[in-house]
Each structure stands twice: as structure tokens, then as C-alpha cells.
């Protein structure tokens, strides 16, 4: 791995969650993936480490606001679990818009128990009716003097049912376009507020997506995150924020799966020599080494300049899940055939990082909206020359 000149903090957070990925979660992935179970022991550990406040300024209790070491520790977590390190990324998206957009008491009620790792936080956004195309949300939010009533359904929500704190996008005034949605904090246990569908999954199967229902649930309008009306700029910013984490995670996925390639072709013997002998192997290898460092770099690069206050990142954001997702997804495919028929059993962990990368080319927009959104800048950068 290229020297990344990290300072030493960020080489201790690095370190640090490596060590728990190694100690706690290499012996349990494999019963959680088949159990399908949400990793509650290994999500105390990673708080217990202080990994949890990564992205949190020190005054709420965090570790200084950084998306470069919230990456080091997602890349290291997802290298050993991709479904450990979405879980772990998206509680930082759903707290992220109390970060951009929260009122100072709103961010002094909820962030310190999100850096603690006390509570966990779920983004609600995506519907049955709405994926790609967001502004097809129907969730509605109609006002009631000091308070608004919520009724829809969320779809597919990553931590749902576990977590304590949700943001959620509604509609407030259904005639006006993007104008016509608002954010709020609704907190688990609100009455009206309720679980439905816990989905089985092809990959990332011991983290929890679920649905989050709404029937007449009300919430006080101090729970609203910045105005009414900017619910889908708040939706939107998150996202360019949070990015380069399900970069982290894909890059992280792709890692694990590149170094138990290369230790199963040392070891495995045909023909009487080792098969990473055979140049169509080194070759192969070497593809997919080179593939992970330039996503990685991209990832850390766009990382950070969000840390040094670099502002309209939406090209790059999405630029580092293009390429991380399309990386794992082609690395983790490779591994398997490098393992040969060993890699399609359950007995080696590389088919589980296959089915674990697919799911970063779709989720936080697929890779076709994130070309989307590239090709849109592109054009509107050759305009402004
Ligand atoms: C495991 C999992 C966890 C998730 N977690 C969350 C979460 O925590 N919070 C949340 O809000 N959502 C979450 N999602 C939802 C996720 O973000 C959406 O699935 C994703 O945005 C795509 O929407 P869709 O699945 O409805 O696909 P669709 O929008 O129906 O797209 C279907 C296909 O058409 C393509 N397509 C659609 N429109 C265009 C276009 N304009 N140009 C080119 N191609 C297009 C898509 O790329 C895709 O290939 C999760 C999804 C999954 C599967």
C-alpha cells in the first residue's frame, strides 16, 4: 500500500480499528452473514474503541470532525466485514444531517450519544415508489399547529429497527416540486412511529434494512433539521458528505478480498509449483493491486479535501463510489475465480465479499446516477469556462 503520509492520529485510528476488525469481527462474521444477525457485540466494541465519533466535532464528544479517519476506519472494518462496516458508516449517515443542518440544541441532544456509540442513527429517504428518483417521495408531513403528522412508509433503511435516532425526509407541501419536502429527527418509540419488513439479503446480511412506518405519527416541528422546505438540499448534502465512506467500504472490501487471493495462489500447488507462479495469476493480481490503490486514493484525496473545507465536492463524492464500487465489485469476482472452485464455497470467505461488494454499486445511488451526476458537472464546469 502506498504510503498515504497519514499523521499519527490518523494512523492510530487506523491501527485501532484494525485490531478490533482482526480481534472481534474475524471470528464472527461467518455466523452473522449465516445468521443474518445484527452485530451488536462487535458495534459495543468499535464504541468501547472510540471509533463511533469519528466524523463528530470534539464538542459533541467526537473525535474532530474528520471524513478522512471516518474512511481509515470503515476501509479497515469493511475489509473484514462489509456488512460490519455498512452498519457502522450508516449510523454517520443518518447522523450527518443533524451535523450540516441541526440546531445547536439539536446537535448537543443527539450527537454526543451518536460519538459515544451510545445510540446508533438510520437515514430514511428511499420508498417502494421512490429509488433513484427521489422526488417521487410520498411520505407526507402535514402541519398541526406545533407539530406535524407523519404518514408513509420508508423502504430498505439500513440500521432500521436497531437504531435509536432517524432522519427522515417527508413531504410538507406536495405542490412544491423540490421545494416541497423537509427533514426531520424521529426518535425510535415515537408513538405512530413502527417497523415493518426486515429484508433477506444476497450480501451485507448481518446488517439490518428495514422499513420504517408512519401512521399518524407526530412529531414536534423543534424536530424539523434546518427549514421547512430544504428537505431534499439536506438529503442531498448528506450524501455528498457520506460518499466517500461507501468509497472506504468498497475499498475495504476489495482489499480483503485482494490479500486472500494472494495468500491462497502462494498456497495452492498445481502442476508442482505454487499457482502465483503462472504469469496469468501475477497478471491478474496485478489488476486488481492496481485497481484498489487508485480507488483508495481517490477516496482519501476527495477525504481530504472535505477536511481542508473544500466546498461543492458533488463530482468528486460521487466519482469515489463510482470507481470504489466498480473496483470491488471486480476485484471480489476476481478473488472467487482465483480461488477456483474453493472461492464458490462457503468454507472460504472471498463468495461473501462478493455478494457484500454488489450492493455498493446500488445503494447512496447507483453507479448509473452517479455517472449521472458526473456527466451533469462536467457539463455545467465546460459551461462556466
Ligand atoms: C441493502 C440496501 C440498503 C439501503 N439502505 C438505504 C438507507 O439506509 N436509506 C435510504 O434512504 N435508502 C437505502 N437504500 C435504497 C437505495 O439507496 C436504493 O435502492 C437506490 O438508490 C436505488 O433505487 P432503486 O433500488 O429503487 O432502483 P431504481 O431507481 O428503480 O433503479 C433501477 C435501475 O434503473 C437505473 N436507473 C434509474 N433511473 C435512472 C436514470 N435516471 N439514469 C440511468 N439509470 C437509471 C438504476 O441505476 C438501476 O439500475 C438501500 C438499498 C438497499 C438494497
Known amino acids: 500500500m502506498l504510503d498515504y503520509l497519514l499523521s499519527e492520529e490518523q494512523k492510530m485510528v487506523k491501527d485501532l480499528a484494525r485490531k478490533v476488525a482482526e480481534e472481534k469481527i474475524l471470528p464472527a462474521r461467518e455466523g452473522l452473514d449465516e445468521r443474518e444477525e445484527f452485530p451488536w457485540e462487535i458495534m459495543k466494541a468499535l464504541a ?202 468498497a475499498v475495504g472490501i476489495a482489499q480483503g478480498a485482494l490479500d486472500e487471493a494472494i495468500k491462497y495462489a502462494r498456497e495452492r500447488i498445481q502442476f508442482g509449483k505454487p499457482i502465483i507462479s503462472l504469469q496469468a495469476i501475477q497478471h491478474m493480481l496485478a489488476d486488481m493491486a492496481t485497481q484498489v490503490e487508485a480507488s483508495r486514493a481517490l477516496v482519501y484525496a476527495v477525504a481530504r479535501a472535505i477536511d481542508a473545507g473544500a466546498k461543492d465536492l458533488t463530482k468528486e463524492s460521487s466519482m469515489t463510489k463510482l470507481i470504489a464500487s466498480d473496483t470491488a465489485m471486480f476485484v471480489t469476482t476476481q478473488a472467487v475465480q482465483i480461488l477456483g472452485g474453493y472461492g464458490y464455497m462457503r468454507e472460504y470467505p472471498v463468495e461473501k465479499m462478493m455478494r457484500d461488494a454488489k450492493i455498493t454499486q446500488i445503494y447512496e445511488g447507483t453507479n448509473q446516477i452517479q455517472r449521472n451526476q458526473i456527466g451533469l458537472s462536467l457539463i455545467k464546469e465546460s459551461a462556466q469556462k
Do not use: H
Open 48 to 249: 468501547e474503541a472510540d471509533l463511533c465519533g469519528l466524523w463528530i466535532p470534539e464538542k459533541y464528544g467526537g473525535f474532530g470532525q474528520s471524513v478522512l479517519a471516518f474512511c481509515l476506519a470503515t476501509e479497515e472494518i469493511s475489509r473484514v466485514c462489509g456488512g460490519v462496516g455498512v452498519t457502522f458508516a450508516a449510523s454517520a449517515l443518518g447522523g450527518s444531517p443533524i451535523l450540516l443542518f441541526g440546531a445547536e440544541e439539536q446537535k448537543q441532544k443527539y450527537l454526543p450519544d451518536l460519538a459515544s456509540g451510545k445510540k446508533l442513527a438510520a437515514f430514511g429517504l428511499t420508498e417502494a415508489n421512490a429509488g433513484s428518483d427521489a422526488g417521487a417521495i410520498e411520505t407526507t408531513a402535514r402541519k398541526d399547529g406545533d407539530y406535524f403528522i407523519l404518514n408513509g412508509t420508508k423502504q430498505w433503511i439500513t440500521n432500521g429497527g436497531e437504531a435509536e435516532i432517524y432522519t427522515v425526509i417527508a413531504l410538507t407541501d406536495k405542490n412544491r416540486g423540490a421545494r416541497g419536502a423537509t427533514a426531520f429527527i424521529v426518535e425510535k418509540g415515537n408513538p405512530g412511529f413502527s417497523f415493518g419488513k426486515k429484508e433477506k439479503k444476497m450480501g451485507i446480511r448481518c446488517s439490518a434494512t428495514r422499513e420504517l412506518v408512519f401512521q399518524d405519527c407526530k412529531v414536534n416541528k423543534n424536530q424539523v433539521l434546518g427549514r421547512e422546505g430544504m428537505g431534499f438540499i439536506v438529503a442531498m448534502r448528506t450524501l455528498d458528505l457520506t460518499r466517500p465512506g461507501i468509497g472506504a467500504q
